[in-house]
């Protein structure tokens, strides 16, 4: 009799042990065809950041050369959008110990601007929105002819979309 007892205790045992797990897959299986049916997570969800229709992270760099004695468009900001510049970088690759051959003489401008007018002489967190429209040029005031001939400026820029 003892032993019988014992099975039906241990039956009984395991019968609210499987019950109280079938609860928790059933809970489990209602939150999973929740979070399907709604297309987030009951749970915890969490936010990417901004989303346009540009996508979630509309980013644009450039690395632009301009030879001596020459004024080149290096980027137009897109119709509807605008762009903000957080980063920028201009130097000189060309002969040196010339004074008539510098990176003082290559100038960046953002809509007919020189850009340290927008970020100062280091961009180091600073940013400047141009509207659409808006052009990045590079301006190399260095001579063509002689030992500057081969005076490039380069221009490094980045930033990212928004629109207007």
């Known amino acids: 009799m003892t032993t019988e007892k014992t099975t039906r205790q241990s039956l009984q045992s395991a019968s609210r042990s499987l019950t109280a797990l079938g609860w928790k897959v059933l809970a489990i299986?209602?939150?999973?065809?929740?979070?399907?049916n709604s297309g987030t997570s009951p749970i915890a969800s969490a936010h990417m950041g901004?989303?346009?229709?540009?996508?979630?992270n509309p980013f644009h760099s450039a690395f632009?050369?301009?030879?001596?004695?020459?004024?080149?468009?290096?980027?137009?900001?897109?119709?509807?959008?605008?762009?903000?510049?957080?980063?920028?970088?201009v130097t000189y690759a060309g002969p040196s110990g010339y004074s008539s051959c510098s990176s003082s003489k290559c100038d960046m401008k953002a809509a007919g601007t020189e850009i340290t007018a927008y970020l100062g002489s280091s961009s180091?967190?600073?940013?400047?929105?141009?509207?659409?429209?808006?052009t990045i040029r590079g301006d190399n005031n260095n001579s063509s002819g002689g030992v500057c001939s081969s005076a490039?400026?380069?221009?490094?820029?980045d930033g990212y979309f928004v629109q207007e």
């Open 29 to 36: 299986v209602a939150l999973g065809v929740l979070a399907i």
């Open 50 to 56: 901004p989303t346009t229709s540009l996508g979630s």
């Open 64 to 89: 632009e050369k301009v030879n001596p004695a020459s004024e080149e468009t290096l980027f137009t900001v897109p119709d509807g959008q605008e762009f903000v510049m957080t980063n920028y970088k």
């Open 124 to 134: 180091s967190g600073k940013t400047t929105v141009l509207p659409a429209g808006a």
């Open 152 to 157: 490039n400026c380069l221009y490094y820029f």
